[in-house]
Nanobody
Framework: VQLQASGGGLVQAGGYLRLSCTASGRTVVSSAMGWFRQAPGKEREFVAASGGHSTYADSVKGRFTISRDNAKTSVYLQMNSLQPDDTAVYYC???????????????????????WGQGTLVTVSS
């Protein structure tokens, strides 16, 4: 599975961006997909996941929305009310199969994902 992320950019605080990630190579219909981010000097952290349910990190709840297209080949992250602390490289990821599809707590763990996109940079200026 190859994942291609796009949509990052520079935005002012309070603004919005929409990230996209499209899978190719193999089907991800039964896979959970998620977004993680990594700020400079920090560990990669969970942002949001889409499996049986959508789940979010506390830091983005109410501001970010994850969704998938009907064919389940793509995952999106609508990011509203962006803040400078949201500045990071954002990575999309997919699991290999449906093992964790309904386990929201597991989908917050980086090691549960088998496939990763190349990352897209989001910079929020104050």
């Amino acid at each position: 599975v190859q994942l291609q992320a796009s949509g990052g950019g520079l935005v002012q605080a309070g603004g919005y961006l929409r990230l996209s990630c499209t899978a190719s190579g193999r089907t991800v219909v039964s896979s959970a997909m998620g977004w993680f981010r990594q700020a400079p000097g920090k560990e990669r952290e969970f942002v949001a996941a889409s499996g049986g349910h959508s789940t979010y990190a506390d830091s983005v709840k109410g501001r970010f929305t994850i969704s998938r297209d009907n064919a389940k080949t793509s995952v999106y992250l609508q990011m509203n009310s962006l803040q400078p602390d949201d500045t990071a490289v954002y990575y999309c990821a997919a699991t290999n199969g449906a093992r964790y599809y309904y386990l929201s707590s597991q989908l917050q763990i980086r090691d549960r994902y088998d496939y990763w996109g190349q990352g897209t940079l989001v910079t929020v200026s104050s």
